[in-house]
T-cell receptor, first 112, second 113 residues
């Protein structure tokens, strides 16, 4: 069964600090993995998308890594801002599959 | 201003009532999707459509129905057969190319009176 597990479930950090969110997936055969940011009461917005051949991808202060051998991904946020407070969802897609497998998300709270 | 518009933002359903959630996109995307989001769970696929006049059931289609008469529109009806409809509903679309990025609407929160 395809699964995506994220950790931690929630995280609180001070403004300006860095943090790393983790994602483990068991989707096979694997095609790509994406990270979404979801503000409370809003739809998710895509941050990055990586195929199995990509190890790292950055989008501003967000850097995602992917290890297709260990089936792990991480999202690193640098110099956090209050606006980074949101849920971050890891999503994996199987090769040739229209359906996506969603993680339950990490709820990140940035405090001043 | 391109995007996906969901309406209404909040919706209340009475016992035994069918309600319809609207989803419109002006991104010229072929594929559209409906997801349900519950607290502590990942998004779950209800229905998806890859082309006009065609749609497929997702993982939790029971108690829901859809239509795809126009490329821009993919309404979802929550029927009285759906016994636990309270959730946040998200509509998405994609252009179907290799990486298949899905773009989401702002969501509709459905509650039962």
């Amino acid at each position: 069964k395809n699964q995506v597990e994220q950790s931690p479930q929630s995280l609180i950090i001070l403004e300006g600090k860095n943090c790393t969110l983790q994602c483990n997936y068991t989707v096979s055969p694997f095609s790509n993995l994406r990270w979404y940011k979801q503000d409370t009461g809003r739809g998710p917005v895509s941050l990055t998308i990586m195929t199995f051949s990509e190890n790292t991808k950055s989008n501003g202060r967000y850097t995602a890594t992917l290890d297709a051998d260990t089936k792990q991904s991480s999202l690193h946020i640098t110099a956090s801002q209050l606006s980074d407070s949101a849920s971050y969802i890891c999503v994996a897609r199987g090769f040739g599959n229209e359906k996506l497998t969603f993680g339950t998300g990490t709820r990140l709270t940035i405090i001043p | 201003d391109g995007g996906i518009t969901q309406s209404p933002k909040y919706l209340f359903r009475k016992e035994g009532q069918n309600v319809t959630l609207s989803c419109e996109q002006n991104l010229n995307h072929d594929a559209m999707y409906w997801y349900r989001q519950d607290p502590g769970q990942g998004l779950r696929l209800i229905y998806y459509s890859q082309i006009v006049n065609d749609f497929q059931k997702g993982d939790i289609a029971e108690g829901y129905s859809v239509s795809r008469e126009k490329k821009e529109s993919f309404p979802l009806t929550v029927t009285s057969a759906q016994k636990n409809p309270t959730a946040f509903y998200l509509c998405a679309s994609s252009n179907g190319v290799a990486k298949n990025i899905q773009y989401f609407g702002a969501g509709t929160r459905l509650s039962v009176l």
